[in-house]
């Protein structure tokens, strides 16, 4: 059994999450962002992969008080669980994504430093194991159902988008499209990695302009 999995991921006409030099750029405009955050809190945990922790040094958190407090009202934590899929544990102690405003797991492999896991679980973080090289998906999500998540939010990168799509862990996709064209051939885009043959298909949800943009809604079809 897996969680209900949506990746949202806030794209260039031209189809890019970042530039080449892999910063972080605003392509969400504010009322993209306010729906990301009702995601977030209709989530029970955020996904990322450590190269959008290496880069973004994201938080993950919901921003919103009130969506927080509703959540709260609601017998959950103020927050999603974060998750960070780091096969060779290369998480910067001081990630954001570590703070004390919500709980983390972060998910290795075999090779990781075994010092580092401990100074991690020191930390009071919940460090996974699975797979010999990179992160093994299909368990991990396993393991996160186990522990009551049901509803799970990937936010990136494009090399993360790709392998959950790969191994055939996602439900649905929502791309933005903020009214900007990042242009080139390195920068990352909404899926990296090899290409998929066959491609695989997808059903429109739903569409609409928000903002300067517009947001899509996709299903995964197998
Ligand atoms: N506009 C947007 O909505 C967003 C944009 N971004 C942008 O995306 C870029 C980051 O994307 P990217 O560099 O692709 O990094 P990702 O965040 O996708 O992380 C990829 C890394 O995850 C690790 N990993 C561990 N297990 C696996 C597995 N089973 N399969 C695949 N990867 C695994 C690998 O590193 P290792 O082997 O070391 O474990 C891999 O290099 C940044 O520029 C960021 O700004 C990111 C999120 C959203
Ligand atoms: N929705 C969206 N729009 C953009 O323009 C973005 N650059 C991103 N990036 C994602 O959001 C994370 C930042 O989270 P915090 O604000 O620090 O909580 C970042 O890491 C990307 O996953 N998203």
């Known amino acids: 059994m897996r969680p209900f999995t949506f990746i949202n991921v806030a794209s260039s006409v031209d189809g890019k999450i970042s530039n080449e030099k ?25 996904m990322v992969g450590i190269g959008t922790v290496l880069s973004d040094n994201p938080k993950l958190t919901v921003k919103s008080e009130e969506l927080r407090k509703r959540r709260l009202e609601e017998g959950r934590d103020a927050n ?10 290369r998480i910067p102690l001081d990630a954001k994504v570590l703070d ?5 797991i972060v998910a290795v492999s075999r090779i990781a430093n075994s010092e580092k896991v401990n100074t991690l679980r020191r930390m009071g973080v919940d460090v996974f194991v699975a797979g010999d090289d990179k992160v093994d998906l299909k368990a991990l999500v396993e393991y996160l159902y186990k522990i009551g998540v049901r509803v799970l ?10 392998a959950m799509l790969r191994e055939g862990l996602v439900d649905e996709i929502y791309v933005y499209y903020g009214n900007m064209i ?11 990695g090899m290409s998929f043959d066959p491609p695989i298909s997808l ?19 197998r």
């Open 182 to 192: 990042i242009g080139g051939s390195k920068a990352p885009t909404v899926v990296d």
């Open 80 to 89: 999603p669980i974060r998750v960070v899929v780091d096969s060779k544990c």
């Open 22 to 46: 892999r910063i972080q750029l605003r392509i969400s405009c504010e009322e993209d962002l306010k729906r990301v955050d009702e995601l977030r809190a209709k989530s029970d945990a955020i």
């Open 153 to 162: 939010m990937v936010e990136g990168g494009a090399t993360l988008n790709w």
């Open 100 to 104: 004390e405003s919500a709980k983390t």
């Open 203 to 221: 059903d429109l949800l739903d569409v609409r302009k928000l903002g300067r943009g517009i947001l899509t809604r996709w299903r995964v079809l």
